[in-house]
T-cell receptor, first 114, second 114 residues
Framework: QQQVKQSPQSLIVQKGGISIINCAYE??????FPWYQQFPGKGPALLIA?????SEKKEGRFTISFNKSAKQFSLHIMDSQPGDSATYFC?????????????FGQGTELSVKP | DTGVSQDPRHKITKRGQNVTFRCDPI?????LYWYRQTLGQGPEFLTY????????KSRLLSDRFSAERPKGSFSTLEIQRTEQGDSAMYLC????????????FGEGSWLTVV
């Protein structure tokens, strides 16, 4: 019940295209859903996050869509750029319990071709 | 605010030796987390502290692993009698309590056990 399942494992997108990464969770107590971006040899960096009281959040080219009833959320990267090539992790936590520890998905390796 | 700092960044050790990693969190953060990440996987939660109290330990944290945060500031993660399976990146992260408890990660400490 603590798992977060992420797909696809890898994704190749042309420059200017839309990258879509999906995640599903089981624990209905989760109330915070961040996406992290990780470059090789670096630690994960927060990209964007959403709480279950909204269905969508947009920051620049990055949008999270959230479907509470389906227990799914996704990251959309509009106008994908070669600099977006990285590994993306979805995560989930319960803000007010268990110290807000994050449970991560397995990651999606994104490659944006010029 | 210099972010989460980890030391050393890389460590190669022989099987059976002990290793210790240090983490300095963001100064005003009272929560500190340790995660482990292997190639191609998402970070896995190991343990977290709130101030100096260690509040949760994952079953992944065997008896050979010990973490401390003696004064509620920096933390150490010690691995005794290292095994080849301990080879991974050890990530430290920190956050504040409250609604906006974004978790910030350090660059990680790479451990290779030979």
């Amino acid at each position: 019940q603590q798992q977060v399942k992420q797909s696809p494992q890898s994704l190749i997108v042309q420059k200017g295209g839309i990258s879509i990464i999906n995640c599903a969770y089981e624990n209905t107590a989760f109330d915070y859903f961040p996406w992290y971006q990780q470059f090789p040899g670096k630690g994960p960096a927060l990209l964007i996050a959403i709480r279950p009281d909204v269905s969508e959040k947009k920051e620049g080219r990055f949008t999270i869509s959230f479907n509470k009833s389906a227990k799914q959320f996704s990251l959309h990267i509009m106008d994908s750029q070669p600099g977006d090539s990285a590994t993306y992790f979805c995560a989930a936590s319960t803000i007010y319990n268990q110290g807000g520890k994050l449970i991560f998905g397995q990651g999606t390796e994104l490659s944006v071709k010029p | 605010d210099t972010g989460v700092s980890q030391d050393p960044r890389h460590k190669i050790t022989k099987r059976g030796q002990n290793v210790t990693f240090r983490c300095d969190p963001i100064s005003e953060h009272n929560r500190l987390y340790w995660y482990r990440q292997t190639l191609g996987q998402g970070p896995e939660f190991l343990t977290y502290f709130q101030n100096e109290a260690q509040l949760e330990k994952s079953r992944l944290l065997s008896d050979r692993f010990s973490a401390e945060r003696p004064k509620g500031s920096f933390s150490t993660l010690e691995i005794q009698r290292t095994e080849q399976g301990d080879s991974a990146m050890y990530l430290c992260a920190s956050s504040s309590t409250g609604r906006e408890n974004t978790i910030y990660f350090g660059e990680g400490s790479w451990l290779t056990v030979v």
